[in-house]
């Protein structure tokens, strides 16, 4: 094994949404290839083709190459073992199915619904889990033959051995051995002609030179059924990396149904793509010291599957929005306003307002992107508030006082030539020095004046240089009727 260059495959089933396991597993096996200079392969996984979604492989292709997970070989750049869409390597599971057939490890089952609903029945009723009873593995040669010539429908069966244990072994798991008599006889083949995933990756992996094959825990529980899959046909086993599961709580896994994270969601609620990519590839996995802003390339260096963990991880939304925020923090003033600006429309209409203060004073302030509107905008219009707002403890501020801090600024404002943050700064303290009195008692209702707004990106000196001369003074004076009716 070790000689053989790593090839490792992202198989996804192209559902129409990237889920954030699904992307994990991506990360990982592109990971785990280009650590060592290996190929990283895309396969579509299309033989559900009831689950077939128009437009779902774009959303695969566009996700992988928007977050840098170039591939190697996939069914747009061709490659040496290809078809790489299961759907168009159809005769290759048959031919492969017939084998095993051949080998007596597998069979032709020609169950009716109605027969497999009765077992299936019994089963519950027992309070047995349903296995197949091997029925149509006795049929006779001739009486397969027949069968098929009379078109009747069928599977194709995997024979599995009702006595003796099957032994895996998982980097991430160790290993896992479970008595045979716990094995289905799965299906390989479906009624349809088209194989199941079960064989279909066990086929592909092989005649694609798969080495390592990444995939989430939930395939663990199967691998035994693949290992005698690879046995009956004589194949080396690839090495099995499955990752952890990733909850949504202690109890909950991050699932789809739950309205839980998708790529596409977290883009669209205004997460960075290299954020997200960095949040996930610690999702079961850490370099094992406290660094935890890594760039993809940087991942490529250090990341050693053996150090992932077997341990659920969970999906910590606080920690994701503190990570986009230091991302947020490393793109220049430029790039920020840039991917800021659909936000701002969002929120302000405006057009006196400078958006690229507006920038200035978020660049810093923001974790989440889509958080943007509703910090913002009271800049386009001074929402209705209340004067409970104007009383704060800690800046010892009350109805009183807040009303003669905005008699004393008004006419301060008035005056002021040079509407810029220095101007208004330095003539704002001065004035505070004059009354004698605490910045908070000056600043707190200045800015509450100016927002209507307990909480504000920004304070006094940078919400009344934004909102420009004219505004500020129509809020302040608004402030006061409010307070003088109080
Ligand atoms: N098509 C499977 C899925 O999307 C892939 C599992 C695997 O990686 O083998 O879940």
């Known amino acids: 094994m070790c000689n053989h260059k790593i090839r490792t495959r992202y198989a996804p089933s192209p559902t129409g949404y990237m889920h954030v396991g699904n ?16 190929t990283f392969i895309l396969r579509i996984e299309d033989t559900d083709q009831e689950r077939y979604v128009e437009g779902a492989v774009d959303v695969i292709y566009n996700t992988m190459k928007i977050t840098g997970l170039i591939h ?60 197949y009873d091997k029925h149509c593995m006795h049929l006779s040669k001739e009486e397969v033959e027949e069968k098929l010539a009379a078109g009747v429908p069928y599977v194709i069966r995997q024979n599995n051995p009702t006595e003796g244990t099957t032994t895996f072994d998982d980097v991430i798991y160790g290993t896992i051995s479970v008595d ?54 004589g194949w080396d086993i690839p090495v099995y990396v499955h990752c952890p599961p990733i909850m949504k709580d202690a109890q909950h896994k991050l699932s789809k149904r739950n309205g839980d994270a998708s790529f596409e969601d977290l883009i669209a609620k205004g997460y960075l793509k290299d954020a997200v990519m960095n949040y996930i590839a610690l999702l079961g996995w850490n370099p094992g010291n406290t660094q935890e802003i890594f760039s993809l390339e940087e991942l490529v260096n250090i990341f050693d599957y053996r150090q992932i963990n077997k341990a659920p991880a969970i999906f910590d939304p606080i920690k994701l929005k503190w990570m986009n925020g230091e991302y947020i923090r490393k793109l220049t003033l430029e790039e920020f306003h840039e991917m800021a600006l659909p ?10 307002i400078d958006l690229m203060k507006v920038s200035k004073l978020l660049h810093t302030r923001t974790e989440v992107l889509g958080e943007i509107p509703e910090q913002i905008d009271f800049f386009d219009v001074l929402p209705e508030y209340s004067n409970d707002l104007y009383i704060h403890k800690k800046m010892k501020t009350n109805l009183e006082n807040s009303l003669e801090s905005l008699e004393k600024v008004l006419p301060l404002f008035e005056t002021i030539e040079n509407w810029d943050f ?19 008692v000056m600043l707190w209702p200045i800015r509450t004046a100016l927002s209507g707004k307990a909480f504000t990106p920004g304070g006094a000196f940078e919400l009344a240089e ?19 009716n109080a």
Not at 72 to 91: H, T
Not at 343 to 352: C, G, Q, R, V
């Open 180 to 233: 045979n008599s716990e094995l289905e006889d799965m299906i390989l083949i479906k009624s349809d002609g088209y194989p199941t995933y079960n064989f279909a990756n066990v086929v592909d992996d092989h005649l694609m030179g798969i080495t390592h094959v990444v995939r989430g825990s939930e395939y663990l529980s199967s691998s035994p059924k693949y290992n005698r899959l690879y046995e009956a046909f």
């Open 23 to 38: 992307l994990r597993t991506a990360l990982y096996a592109y990971l785990i290839a280009k650590h060592e200079n290996g």
């Open 422 to 440: 220095n101007t208004l700064h330095d003539s704002i303290l001065k004035l505070v020095e004059e009354m004698g009195i605490k910045n908070g």
């Open 343 to 352: 936000y701002y429309k969002e929120a302000i209409k405006n057009s006196n």
């Open 466 to 484: 934004i909102l420009g001369k004219e505004e500020s003074i129509r809020r302040i004076k608004i402030g006061i009727d409010k307070l003088k």
């Open 72 to 131: 190697d070989e996939g069914p747009d750049k061709g490659g040496p073992v290809g078809p790489y869409v299961q759907s168009e390597r159809k005769p290759i599971y048959m031919e492969y199915a017939k084998k095993l057939v051949d080998k007596g490890e597998a069979y032709y089952c020609f169950c009716s619904k109605e027969r497999l609903d009765m077992l299936k029945a019994n089963a519950e009723a027992l309070k047995r889990p349903f296995k």
